[in-house]
């Protein structure tokens, strides 16, 4: 693993309650806790470059229906892996770990497809061709019907002189299923939505679709920044202004 990140420091961090990674790592495990509520009967769980496992093995450990679930942590770290196996040992849930690279469509063999998935802490790490191909193949994972658990990356972000690089944002449940439904549009609203759809090559339905995912998508990180400027105060304007440059939603100062 020469040249790689080392990763037995880098789990380190999670000591720290106040680091990144531990505010990351209770929001991921807020939102399984719903997913695991969501379902009843058996669940199969699958986690892609899983780590130690923590995020899933200590939400297990706390529930008493955990011997419903079967999951499978997968994990290239051997180091890293075998710590995720001694962890599995103490819940009731059938927890089984790969040594083996997430990459590769072997390795998931006889776990997909499942209800809930989790692709966390991948994005930062691959390259832009590579997080395509991810977000592309993800649903192959997915049995209709699942949660799929992505995130998000955002600027780094800087309040009261200390910096939060890294930061992720959980993005929207994402729901493989199709939900057929029928709405009501006042007429002139339906006109230029099917205008919208018209002049992008795309039908109404698909159109609707990916409004509806982008306005949850925008509330799901409107409540991330609100828990985020509760946790650590405000961002300044500076702080905004930033953002936005390194967003291109504004243009670069000409003075600067």
């Known amino acids: 693993m020469s040249g790689l990140r080392d990763y037995e420091q880098w789990h380190r961090r999670y000591d720290d309650p106040n680091s990144d990674l531990s505010w990351r790592l209770r929001t991921v495990q807020g939102y399984l806790r719903q997913a695991l509520d969501r379902y009843t009967g058996p669940i199969r769980m699958l986690s892609c470059c899983s780590g130690d496992g923590r995020d899933v093995l ?39 770990v790969r040594t083996a690279d997430a990459g590769v469509t072997d390795t998931y063999l006889g776990v997909v497809p499942a209800e809930v998935v989790l692709l966390v802490g991948i994005f930062g790490n691959i390259s832009d061709t590579d997080l395509a191909r991810t ?51 006042d007429a002139e609203l339906g006109d230029a939505v099917r205008d919208a759809a018209r002049r992008t090559g795309k039908g109404l339905s698909s159109w609707l ?21 509760r946790e650590h105060g405000p961002l300044t304007a500076a702080e905004l202004e930033r953002a936005e ?9 000409p003075a600067a």
Do not use: N
């Open 209 to 229: 679709a990916e409004a509806a995912e982008t306005k949850l998508r925008a509330e799901a990180l409107g409540q991330f920044l609100d828990e985020w400027e």
């Open 58 to 96: 200590e939400v297990l450990a706390q529930r008493s229906d955990a011997e419903r679930v079967s999951a499978v942590l997968v994990e290239a770290h051997p180091v890293i892996a075998d710590r995720a196996r001694r962890s599995a040992a103490a819940v009731a849930a059938h927890v089984e």
């Open 135 to 185: 977000i592309a193949t993800a649903p192959a994972l997915c049995r209709p019907g699942a949660t799929r658990r992505t995130a998000v990356h955002l600027p780094a972000l800087t309040s009261g002189g200390s910096s939060y690089h890294g930061m992720c944002a959980p993005r929207y449940d994402y729901w493989v299923k199709v939900d057929k439904m029928s709405i009501s549009l």
């Open 245 to 253: 440059r390194e967003l291109g939603l504004r243009a670069a100062d």
